[in-house]
């Protein structure tokens, strides 16, 4: 069996001839930026390291609700950058979004209709998490976690790190303008 080598593009004159004409510049800078943008997509998407759903991402948000905006208004204005709606947000909420503090604490904001609704999924969240207390401190699953209410803006809030470092979390926590 005889192995046959192709001649070099420069012996086809009709394939040199194709890539100087406007379609073929055409078409190889459409190639050259396909995948250029395919690259930056796989970069982004290699970029994180398999941590908590809640990466330090920001979304921009279309076709907000009252809610919404609403809820928006209440986050800090320092952190509202980087929300995003919420990934797995609490049950029975009119709006949440998750957010990040400088990529390490992450946040959730949970917005109810009612103080009644709040008070009933701030129970079923010291229930989950065997907690009492009006903000419940507790590591769970290796995240150092703070929950929190707002009743007079009927918010329940979260913020976590994806480590055990509870006193960390309390001094990022004390920080963070949590009245918005």
């Not at 406007?22 to 396909?34: E, K």
């Not at 008070?119 to 401190?137: C, E, I, P, S, W």
């Not at 918010?155 to 990022?172: E, K």
Request: a negative charge; glycine letters at 6%; hydrophobic letters at 45%.
């Amino acid at each position: 069996m005889r192995l046959t080598i192709p001649p070099a593009p420069r012996d086809h004159p009709e394939a040199t001839k194709f890539l100087k004409s406007t379609p073929g510049i055409l078409t190889a800078v459409a190639t050259f930026l396909a995948a250029v943008t395919g690259l930056i997509a796989a970069l982004t998407q290699l970029r994180g390291n398999g941590d908590h759903a809640a990466a330090a991402t920001t979304t921009v948000i279309e076709a907000q609700s009252a809610a919404d905006r609403e809820l928006l208004s209440d986050i800090p204005a320092s952190i509202r950058p980087s929300c995003g709606k919420a990934v797995d947000p609490e049950e029975g909420n009119a709006a949440a979004f998750n957010c990040s503090y400088r990529d390490v604490v992450h946040l959730q904001y949970n917005l109810y209709a009612s103080a009644t609704e709040l008070r009933r999924a701030f129970a079923d969240v010291q229930k989950r998490y065997g907690a009492t207390g009006n903000v419940l401190r507790f590591v769970d699953h290796g995240s150092a976690s703070i929950v929190w209410t707002d009743e007079k803006r009927a918010l329940l809030a979260f913020a976590w790190r994806n480590d055990r470092d509870q006193q960390a979390l309390d001094d990022a926590w004390s920080v963070i303008d949590r009245a918005g």
